[in-house]
T-cell receptor
Framework: GAVVSQHPSWVICKSGTSVKIECRSL??????MFWYRQFPKQSLMLMAT?????????EQGVEKDKFLINHASLTLSTLTVTSAHPEDSSFYIC????????????FGQGTRLTVV | KQEVTQIPAALSVPEGENLVLNCSFT??????LQWFRQDPGKGLTSLLL?????REQTSGRLNASLDKSSGRSTLYIAASQPGDSATYLC???????????FGAGTRLFVKA
């Protein structure tokens, strides 16, 4: 099956610094990727839709200047958490759809972000 | 706005029991519905994907059904095992915007 690789799997950073998370589709092209956030014991909440070559679409309540998304190629989207604070500590997961496939979305393994 | 609800929120059963997890969604305009498993602190493992035109899918001890018109899906787990202990998430892919919307999950604990 299609594989989505997310890196890093975990990261600890100091408050005020920025962290970049990568999401790669390894064996397919993904025009569209999605970023989710999951707080402890809660479900996944869609943050934004990442579109190759254009601006991301953010869900209501998600700060676009804080969560920068870049989808510069058909296989890579990045999420940068800028000026991270402890409340940004969460589990971030990306998903990608095969541009030439059906509607199934494939998910990365997630990134555990801890801001201290 | 699509809303996905899962019942029960948590379930504890003895090993060997057959069990049913429920998922309901408010907007029937979906491409598909997918069941995932998530172990603590881990990512998602896709279990079953049901296209909107399908009624059910089976994989091993798992069977998922879909009634799109009533906005319901069930995940049936036969002969449960301690290794089945995890959180089970139901998610629907909306036709509008290709967004996948998740339910809050059912936390399952199977006692040996």
């Amino acid at each position: 099956g299609a594989v989505v690789s997310q890196h890093p799997s975990w990261v600890i950073c100091k408050s005020g610094t920025s962290v970049k998370i990568e999401c790669r589709s390894l064996d397919f092209q993904a025009t569209t990727m999605f970023w989710y956030r999951q707080f402890p014991k809660q479900s996944l909440m869609l943050m934004a839709t990442s579109n190759e070559g254009s601006k991301a679409t953010y869900e209501q309540g998600v700060e676009k200047d804080k969560f920068l998304i870049n989808h510069a190629s058909l296989t890579l989207s990045t999420l940068t958490v800028t000026s991270a604070h402890p409340e940004d500590s969460s589990f971030y997961i990306c998903s990608a759809r095969d541009t030439w496939g059906d509607t199934e979305a494939f998910f990365g393994q997630g990134t555990r972000l801890t801001v201290v | 706005k699509q809303e996905v609800t899962q019942i029960p929120a948590a379930l504890s059963v003895p090993e060997g029991e057959n069990l049913v997890l429920n998922c309901s969604f408010t907007d029937s305009a979906i491409y598909n519905l997918q069941w995932f498993r998530q172990d603590p602190g881990k990512g998602l493992t896709s279990l079953l994907l049901i296209q909107s035109s399908q009624r059910e899918q089976t994989s091993g001890r798992l069977n998922a059904s879909l009634d799109k018109s009533s906005g319901r899906s069930t995940l049936y787990i036969a002969a449960s095992q301690p290794g089945d202990s995890a959180t089970y998430l139901c998610a629907v892919l909306n036709t509008g915007g290709f967004k996948t919307i998740f339910g809050a999950g059912t936390r399952l604990f199977v006692k040996a």
